[in-house]
Antibody, heavy 123, light 108 residues
Framework: EVQLVESGGGLGQPGGSLRLSCATS????????MNWVRQAPGKGLEWVSY????????EYGDSVKGRFAISRDTAQDSLYLQMNSLRAEDTAVYYC????????????????WGKGTTVTVSS | EIVLTQSPGTLSLSPGERATLSCRAS???????LAWYQQKPGQAPRLLIY???NRATGIPDRFSGSGSGTDFTLTISRLEPEDFAVYYC?????????FGPGTKVDIK
């Protein structure tokens, strides 16, 4: 069974740091690009960051650029999000999602999602 | 930057009725880059449609997607009780992803 399990959420201080992890299983992690997506309380979905299967392409949403860093460890089949300079507006549920790419057809979408981990930024 | 707009914000319907949800892009997008997700309270999003019109694995055929250019539609032919949820469209471009604000389908 394909699974994504996020961890590392919790209470963070404004200006502080947190590191989120996403443990994957049931598929060949090294072959897939991955995303982090977040959802503030009562709000919609916001894409946060993308990393390609080989880590050669990394992208960030404007609201986290320069503060967050995405990475992956193939040996651990895990995805990470280092969150620095935290702000109150970073408070959200953070989901990791597998990116399915069918290049021949031009399909790019997120086909598997974790249950999310909650980050609260407050003093 | 492409902005996605979804309408209506809320759709109040009864079970058995047809739901038509709209997603409009601020500029032309490639249809293959358009996806739809369903999210229920307290749950992660679930992929419904990819490539504008392809149902994901296990998605009932009452869900269908259509559209091209800037205008895309998700149709639920006959609402079942489990279909009352929030629906998001999403587009891809240059290794970045954008979501629409969502349409809530609630019970009338």
């Amino acid at each position: 069974e394909v699974q994504l399990v996020e961890s590392g959420g919790g209470l963070g201080q404004p200006g502080g740091s947190l590191r989120l992890s996403c443990a994957t299983s049931g598929f060949t992690f090294s072959k897939y690009s991955m995303n982090w997506v977040r959802q503030a309380p009562g709000k919609g979905l916001e894409w946060v960051s993308y990393i390609s299967s080989s880590s050669n392409i990394i992208e960030y949403g404007d609201s986290v650029k320069g503060r967050f860093a995405i990475s992956r460890d193939t040996a651990q089949d895990s995805l990470y999000l280092q969150m620095n300079s935290l702000r109150a507006e970073d408070t959200a549920v953070y989901y990791c999602a597998r990116v399915r790419i069918v290049a021949a057809m031009g399909y790019y979408y997120m086909d598997v999602w974790g249950k999310g981990t909650t980050v609260t930024v407050s003093s | 930057e492409i902005v996605l707009t979804q309408s209506p914000g809320t759709l109040s319907l009864s079970p058995g009725e047809r739901a038509t949800l709209s997603c409009r892009a601020s500029q032309t997008i490639t249809s293959s880059y358009l996806a739809w997700y369903q999210q229920k309270p307290g749950q992660a999003p679930r992929l419904l449609i990819y490539g504008a019109s392809n149902r994901a694995t296990g998605i009932p055929d009452r869900f269908s997607g259509s559209g091209s250019g800037t205008d895309f539609t998700l149709t639920i032919s006959r609402l079942e009780p489990e279909d009352f949820a929030v629906y998001y469209c999403q587009q891809y471009g240059s290794s970045q992803f954008t979501f629409g604000p969502g349409t809530k389908v609630d019970i009338k």
